[in-house]
C-alpha cells in the first residue's frame, strides 16, 4: 500500500513541475523594446515599458507655478513658485526641494518623503504645475500675432508660426531661430548636475521651405523664432519710377531696374552704379556695370545685397539732343494739325 500511495505523489509533483515550465513567458530582447517609425522619425514605444515613456512626461522648470496638495492636511497645502535655484520652500520644512527637472510625481514624492521624516506619519502628496512658464517660446518680427507662446509639450517650428497667425505681410524670405541654452532644458539621467551655460546657436531657414513642410526643426524650451523683414534696394536716378524696391527672393540688377518700371531715354548703360556699405563700417564700395554687357552675357547679371544703391546715369548729351527731337517732332504735328 504505501508503493502505491507514494506513486501519485511523484506524478503530481512531475505534472506540477511541467506546468510551471509551460506558463513561463518569453521576455523579448532589450533592444526590441521600441520600435523607429521612419515617417516621422520617432520612437513610439510598444507594449513592453521604456524610458521613452518617462521622456514624455512634464518636467518642471524655472519660473513654474507649482500647487501642493497634502491630503488630510490643508494647512499645509499652498502654491509656490520655483526659485531662481531651481528650489522650492515649503511650510514646516526647515531644508527647501529641488524641484526644476522632475516630474509632477516623483516632486511628490519628495515632499512626501520630506514630511514623513519628521512631521507626519504616511502623507499622501499631489503637485500639479499650475503654471508652465518655464516652457516659454518667443516668437517676434514679421509675423501676425508677435509674443510669447507658453506649450507644455514638443513643438516645431511650422506649429509655432502658425501659432504666431504666420508670417505677415512684410515678412521677407528668412526666418531665424535663436538657441538661447534655456537653463530649463533637463538631462533626464542626472538632474542633479547642475546646468551649464551654452552658446546661443543661431539657425537660418527660407520661410518658404519651412512653410511647404520641407525643413522642420524641434523648438527647444527659451527658443526665440524672428520672421524678418523683406529687404529692400534703392533704385534711383534716370528711371521711370524711383524709390525702394523690396525684394522676397534674390534679385538681380537687371530685375531691380525693370522693378523700377525700366530706364528712362539717354541713360547711360555702360555706368550703372552699385553702392554698397562696407560691414560694420561707414565706407562704401562703388561696382561699375555695363548693361549692354550683362545682355550679351559677356558679364554676369550680379545680385544685389540688401540695402544696395543702384545709381542709374544720365548722359546728358544723349538727353539734350533726345529733348530737341521732341520738340520738333511736336512742333512739326502741331503744324500738320492747323494745316492739313
Same mark, same amino acid.
Given at each position: 500500500m504505501r508503493n502505491i500511495t507514494k506513486i501519485p505523489a511523484l506524478s503530481i509533483l512531475i505534472l506540477s513541475a511541467l506546468i510551471s515550465v509551460t506558463g513561463q513567458t518569453v521576455t523579448p530582447p532589450a533592444n526590441d523594446a521600441t520600435q523607429a517609425d521612419p515617417k516621422k522619425d520617432v520612437i513610439i514605444p510598444t507594449a513592453f515599458p521604456g524610458t521613452q515613456i518617462k521622456d514624455e512626461r512634464y518636467r518642471i522648470g524655472f =519660473?513654474?507655478?507649482?500647487?501642493? =496638495?497634502? #491630503? /488630510?492636511?490643508?494647512?499645509?497645502?499652498?502654491?509656490?513658485?520655483?526659485?531662481?535655484?531651481?528650489?522650492?520652500n515649503l511650510f514646516r520644512l526647515d531644508q527647501p526641494l529641488v524641484a526644476v527637472c522632475k516630474t509632477e510625481r516623483e516632486l511628490g514624492d519628495d515632499v512626501a518623503a520630506a514630511y514623513r521624516k519628521d512631521y507626519l506619519r504616511n502623507p499622501q502628496?499631489?503637485?500639479n504645475a499650475s503654471e508652465k512658464l518655464?516652457?516659454? #517660446?518667443?516668437?517676434?518680427?514679421?509675423?501676425?500675432?508677435?509674443?510669447n507662446y507658453f506649450i507644455s509639450r514638443k513643438v516645431r517650428l511650422l506649429e509655432l508660426l502658425?501659432?504666431?497667425?504666420?508670417?505677415?505681410k512684410e515678412a521677407g524670405t528668412r526666418v531665424l531661430v535663436? /538657441?538661447?541654452?534655456?537653463?530649463?532644458n533637463c538631462k533626464l539621467n542626472d538632474a542633479s548636475e547642475p546646468a551649464v551655460e551654452e552658446d546661443i546657436a543661431l539657425l537660418d531657414f527660407k520661410i518658404s521651405e519651412v512653410m511647404e513642410g520641407k525643413r522642420d526643426l524641434v523648438m527647444r524650451p527659451g527658443d526665440i523664432v524672428s520672421v524678418m523683414d523683406a529687404d529692400v534696394v534703392y533704385v534711383y536716378g534716370n528711371v521711370n519710377k524711383q524709390g525702394q524696391v523690396i525684394i522676397k527672393e534674390p534679385i538681380t540688377l537687371t530685375q531691380a531696374l525693370a522693378s523700377?518700371?525700366?530706364?528712362?531715354?539717354?541713360?547711360?548703360?555702360?555706368?550703372?552704379?552699385?553702392? /554698397?556699405?562696407?560691414?560694420?563700417?561707414?565706407? /562704401?564700395?562703388? #561696382?561699375?556695370?555695363?548693361?549692354?554687357?550683362?545682355?550679351?552675357r559677356k558679364v554676369d547679371d550680379p545680385f544685389l545685397q540688401p540695402n544696395d544703391i543702384v545709381a542709374v546715369s544720365e548722359d546728358r548729351t544723349k538727353s539734350i539732343l533726345i529733348g530737341i527731337k521732341n520738340s520738333l517732332t511736336q512742333g512739326a504735328s502741331s503744324i500738320f494739325y492747323r494745316f492739313p
Amino acid at each position: 500500500m504505501r508503493n502505491i500511495t507514494k506513486i501519485p505523489a511523484l506524478s503530481i509533483l512531475i505534472l506540477s513541475a511541467l506546468i510551471s515550465v509551460t506558463g513561463q513567458t518569453v521576455t523579448p530582447p532589450a533592444n526590441d523594446a521600441t520600435q523607429a517609425d521612419p515617417k516621422k522619425d520617432v520612437i513610439i514605444p510598444t507594449a513592453f515599458p521604456g524610458t521613452q515613456i518617462k521622456d514624455e512626461r512634464y518636467r518642471i522648470g524655472f =519660473q513654474d507655478k507649482l500647487d501642493i =496638495q497634502v #491630503f /488630510r492636511h490643508p494647512e499645509l497645502s499652498q502654491s509656490v513658485n520655483v526659485n531662481s535655484n531651481g528650489t522650492i520652500n515649503l511650510f514646516r520644512l526647515d531644508q527647501p526641494l529641488v524641484a526644476v527637472c522632475k516630474t509632477e510625481r516623483e516632486l511628490g514624492d519628495d515632499v512626501a518623503a520630506a514630511y514623513r521624516k519628521d512631521y507626519l506619519r504616511n502623507p499622501q502628496v499631489n503637485v500639479n504645475a499650475s503654471e508652465k512658464l518655464s516652457q516659454a #517660446f518667443a516668437v517676434i518680427g514679421a509675423v501676425e500675432k508677435p509674443g510669447n507662446y507658453f506649450i507644455s509639450r514638443k513643438v516645431r517650428l511650422l506649429e509655432l508660426l502658425a501659432q504666431a497667425g504666420g508670417p505677415s505681410k512684410e515678412a521677407g524670405t528668412r526666418v531665424l531661430v535663436a /538657441r538661447t541654452g534655456s537653463t530649463s532644458n533637463c538631462k533626464l539621467n542626472d538632474a542633479s548636475e547642475p546646468a551649464v551655460e551654452e552658446d546661443i546657436a543661431l539657425l537660418d531657414f527660407k520661410i518658404s521651405e519651412v512653410m511647404e513642410g520641407k525643413r522642420d526643426l524641434v523648438m527647444r524650451p527659451g527658443d526665440i523664432v524672428s520672421v524678418m523683414d523683406a529687404d529692400v534696394v534703392y533704385v534711383y536716378g534716370n528711371v521711370n519710377k524711383q524709390g525702394q524696391v523690396i525684394i522676397k527672393e534674390p534679385i538681380t540688377l537687371t530685375q531691380a531696374l525693370a522693378s523700377s518700371e525700366g530706364l528712362k531715354p539717354a541713360t547711360k548703360k555702360d555706368n550703372i552704379r552699385i553702392i /554698397r556699405q562696407k560691414p560694420g563700417s561707414l565706407e /562704401r564700395d562703388e #561696382f561699375i556695370y555695363n548693361l549692354n554687357d550683362i545682355a550679351k552675357r559677356k558679364v554676369d547679371d550680379p545680385f544685389l545685397q540688401p540695402n544696395d544703391i543702384v545709381a542709374v546715369s544720365e548722359d546728358r548729351t544723349k538727353s539734350i539732343l533726345i529733348g530737341i527731337k521732341n520738340s520738333l517732332t511736336q512742333g512739326a504735328s502741331s503744324i500738320f494739325y492747323r494745316f492739313p
